[in-house]
């Protein structure tokens, strides 16, 4: 996902309690985190099995997204090189590898291996932001670092999965982009969005010129299912979802949502072995349960600097 900027949330009530989440509330979170659990499948359907060019599936999701963000670009957010680097790392450089990892990758491995953005936006944000971590973040971030690591290696212990480290690169980025954010106050999430996907609409469509081939053919051999994958991930996961979970994290606690969406990586394992028939051994169930046992962790300490960082991270 895209993800989108922080914005400051009415205090709670009470000075020690937030609000409880309401049964509509948390049926739209479940909806959003289906959504996105879903989208890592059809994006592997997209780029390993349709065998349509990542860079050129990036190029015209971003494309989708901008076309239909348009009418939000202005006025620019200031400074203006700051939300195009932004964009770029969050949008298209994060989607880029995210997608190109996919073609080798499973699903649900991804899913596991892209929870090492908790961690990473986490110690990015202490050299970075200044904020200060204690022992139980800590393990939290070994224990999401160790489980991601137990996915990459394979049972070997020499050979590496090439596209696994690439999802791994794509966390670094979307990270470095989200710390940017934080110094970039009071964007409206689809204006946001719509920077974003402009950001990232050249270089990808100039990517997929320069280095791929074969663009056209393979999307139109896909037929409309691709239009529909296309249409799917731009509009459901990206504008809708990104939009109606923006409104939720400003109606509730970090604190109370950051543990919800752990439902995603779940959601998308369950539909990568159902949908795509992903291997998943015992190797990949401690794996699994390491790494979202560490975000759990991470998610459920205070984070005075950057609290909802740790919620707006990619989901594709």
Not at 31 to 55: D, H
């Given at each position: 996902m895209q993800p989108l900027p922080v914005a400051p949330r009415r205090p709670?009530?009470?000075?020690?309690?937030?609000?409880?989440?309401?049964?509509?509330?948390?049926?739209?979170?479940?909806?959003?985190?289906?959504?996105?659990?879903?989208?890592?499948?059809?994006?592997?359907?997209?780029?390993?099995?349709?065998?349509?060019?990542?860079?050129?599936?990036?190029?015209?999701?971003?494309?989708?997204?901008?076309?239909?963000?348009?009418?939000?670009?202005?006025?620019?957010?200031?400074?203006?090189?700051?939300?195009?680097?932004?964009?770029?790392l969050m949008g298209g450089g994060n989607f880029a590898l995210l997608f190109m990892g996919l073609q080798t990758a499973s699903p649900s491995a991804a899913a596991i291996v892209l929870q090492l953005g908790v961690p990473i936006t986490t110690l990015l944000s202490v050299f970075m932001l200044g904020e200060r971590i204690h022992w139980r973040r800590a393990l939290g971030i070994a224990l999401t670092m160790a489980g991601a690591l137990t996915v990459i290696w394979h049972p070997e212990g020499v050979e590496l999965s090439y596209g696994l480290w690439l999802i791994a690169g794509a966390t670094v980025v979307g990270s470095l982009g989200g710390i940017m954010m934080k110094q970039m106050e009071g964007v409206a999430p689809l204006r946001f969005q719509a920077w974003v996907a402009l950001a990232s609409l050249v270089p990808m469509a100039l990517g997929s010129l320069l280095f791929e081939h074969n663009q056209w053919p393979s999307a139109m051999a896909a037929g409309w299912p691709f239009v529909g994958a296309v249409a799917f991930t731009a509009l459901i996961v990206s504008v809708v979802g990104h939009t109606a979970f923006y409104g939720l994290i400003q109606r509730y606690e970090a604190n109370l949502i950051a543990p919800l969406t752990l439902m995603a990586p779940l959601a998308t394992i369950a539909f990568g072995v159902l949908i795509t028939h992903d291997h998943f051994d015992m190797r990949m169930a401690i794996g699994a349960a390491l790494a979202l046992t560490g975000v759990l962790i991470v998610a459920l300490r205070r984070n005075h600097v950057a609290p909802l960082l740790l919620l707006l991270r990619e989901e594709p």
């Open positions: 709670p009530a009470c000075a020690n309690e937030g609000p409880t989440m309401s049964l509509r509330d948390l049926a739209l979170l479940i909806a959003i985190c289906l959504v996105w659990g879903l989208s890592n499948v059809v994006s592997k359907i997209v780029v390993g099995q349709w065998g349509v060019a990542p860079l050129f599936y990036t190029a015209l999701r971003f494309a989708v997204v901008l076309a239909v963000t348009f009418p939000w670009l202005l006025p620019a957010p200031r400074p203006i090189w700051r939300i195009l680097m932004i964009g770029v």
